[in-house]
């Protein structure tokens, strides 16, 4: 049985046509999808972010 927080799961792809980086973060928690989506925003590039709540959708 595990306990405890699981950590958030990141797809990133990057389209080497356009140089942009396809993101999919994937977390139960809608503040942790935030966090992540502003930390990226930080960061120099292009990225098409797409989210999901749970793996079921």
């Known amino acids: 049985m595990t ?11 990057k389209d ?6 396809r993101v999919l973060i ?11 989506k502003f930390l990226l925003a930080q960061e120099e590039g292009e990225y098409e972010i797409h989210e999901a709540a749970n793996g079921r959708h």
């Open 26 to 36: 994937t977390d139960d928690e809608k503040i942790e999808r935030e966090g992540i």
């Open 16 to 21: 080497r046509s356009t140089n942009m980086y």
């Open 3 to 13: 306990v405890g927080r699981v950590v958030p799961v990141l797809n990133i792809i």
